[in-house]
């Protein structure tokens, strides 16, 4: 089973709706739960990191369900330039590494 | 805003050969790493440094792969002789503390082309 899986979607929204996708991850032990994103050919940047209580970040809301190890992410009000891949990224408490999820790429239209 | 740079943004090597990727971690950082992404997959670990020594590598990072921090500003990553499979976009990332709850910031990547 992968670490860490998600929908790669693409996800095709228009200017202005809320888009939703989901990760799951395999290691209960993980500790620290993030949303990268990534742009064509470009490195990734973190977008926000994710809380237990669940956090939001302007127009972005992650949440976190460690009883069924998954991870979301929602975009309100999509943007053109929401148009990236958003990386699931998962880590174990005193682990030096990321652990990346594939992807889930959603591209806003005008 | 201080960021990670990476050197040169594209490299282009027969197989076989050796080649080596140049990182500025970002100054008051202490934990350094290289991650490779290969063309449609999905990021991977190859190594993490911290005080002058890996603290943790995963499977690829065979014997082919080393890193240094030759200076007080660059950190390196080697690959002895390359493989067609080694066609990827590396990345150098840096951080102030463990990776848990502390952010890892990516420099702009090293494509590398193996031919």
């Known amino acids: 089973r992968k670490e860490v899986e998600q929908d790669p979607g693409p996800f095709n929204v228009p200017e202005g709706a809320t888009v939703a996708f989901n990760c799951t991850y395999s290691n209960s032990a993980s500790q620290s739960f993030f949303w990268y994103r990534q742009d064509c050919r470009k490195e990734p940047k973190l977008l926000m990191s994710?809380?237990?209580s669940g956090n939001e970040d302007g127009r972005f809301t992650a949440q976190l369900n460690r009883a069924s190890q998954y991870i979301s992410l929602l975009i309100r009000d999509s943007k053109l330039s929401d148009s990236a891949t958003y990386l699931c990224v998962v880590n174990m408490e005193a682990d030096y590494k990321l652990s990346f999820g594939a992807g889930t790429t959603v591209t806003v239209r005008a | 805003e201080p960021e990670v740079t990476q050197t040169p943004s594209h490299q282009v090597t027969q197989m076989g050969q050796e080649v080596i990727l140049r990182c500025v971690p970002i100054s008051n950082h202490l934990y350094f790493y290289w991650y490779r992404q290969i063309l449609g997959q999905k990021v991977e670990f190859l190594v993490s440094?911290?005080?002058?020594?890996?603290?943790?590598k995963s499977e690829i990072f065979d014997d082919q792969f080393s890193v240094e921090r030759p200076d007080g500003s660059n950190f390196t990553l080697k690959i002895r002789s390359t493989k067609l499979e080694d066609s990827a976009m590396y990345f150098c990332?840096?951080?102030?503390?463990?990776?848990?709850?502390?952010?890892?910031?990516f420099g702009p990547g090293t494509r590398l082309t193996v031919l």
């Open positions: 990332a840096s951080s102030e503390a463990l990776a848990g709850g502390h952010e890892q910031f």
């Open positions: 994710v809380y237990s």
């Open positions: 440094f911290y005080n002058n020594e890996i603290s943790e």
